[in-house]
């Protein structure tokens, strides 16, 4: 664990920017709306922000908070079918958010779905 300021904060796994598009909220479907984001993949949960790193830095001065996806008995899976883009992933979460993620880039992609498969594979189902 690391002190950022008074909060304790678990340890970042893995950061970069991805395509980001999230399609359903709890179960709801949304309109697809692909955008890029800065993404912080730590033990337990993942942090989506929708600027840069710069920008998301200066932002949580302010109680700017990102979204945050709870990785605990969340799902993984490559969506081929979901999008005409390659390389798209997504994540389905127990309250029922999805998530798809997208690089054209193929390490890149493949780096952060096993990156996340084994933050989730390490965490308890419930
Ligand atoms: C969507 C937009 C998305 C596309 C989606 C379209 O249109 O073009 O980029 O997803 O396809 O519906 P709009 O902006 O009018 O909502 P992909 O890029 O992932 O293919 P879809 O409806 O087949 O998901």
Redesign the pocket.
């Known amino acids: 664990l690391t002190d950022v300021g008074k909060v304790t904060e678990p340890m970042v796994e893995k950061e970069g920017y991805l395509q980001k598009?999230k399609i359903a909220d709890g179960g709801k479907k949304l309109?697809?709306?692909?955008s890029t984001s800065w993404i912080v993949l730590s033990s337990r949960k993942i942090e989506f922000y929708k600027e840069s790193k710069q920008q998301a830095l200066s932002n949580m001065k302010t109680g700017h908070k990102p979204e945050s996806v709870d990785l605990c008995g969340a799902h993984i899976e490559w969506a081929k079918e979901?999008?005409?883009?390659k390389n798209?992933f997504q994540i389905t979460t127990v309250s029922g958010n999805e998530f798809?993620l997208?690089s054209d880039i193929d390490f890149i992609i493949l780096d952060w779905f096993h990156a996340i498969k084994n933050a989730i594979d390490r965490l308890p189902k419930d």
């Open positions: 598009a309109r697809k709306n692909w979901k999008s005409s883009r798209v798809l997208q």
